[in-house]
């Protein structure tokens, strides 16, 4: 049995435990390209400054999200996909931390992926 993110760092061990590719859907990547690029074409370039969003600027994400995302699940993975994108070095470890105990596993491997490109 599978306990911590540590066991998910394998990705093909990944692709054939859940039977897939390991990417997200076309909706939630198109949803998450056009929420970061407004974003960014509006100086929101971490995730403190998307904490501290004016009303109209969320109003504008949530239009692009209903645009494109008609699910809860997909949802979830546009947030994560935005915050994965926005989120610094610190923000992305706690991050890892919240998702392991909800043990979201999949999540914490994407996330510590990224962590170690960043170094």
Known sequence: MIYRYNDFINEELFK????????????VTVAVDKILTFLRENSINDWNDFMKMKPFDKDIVNKLIDSEIKNMNDLGEVRFGVRLELSDRPQLIEYKKELEDAEEYEKCALIVKKLNRQI
Do not use: A, L, Q, V
Request: aromatic letters at 8%; proline letters at 8%; glycine letters at 8%.
């Open 16 to 27: 054939r435990i859940f039977n897939m590719k390991g990417k997200p859907t076309k909706k």
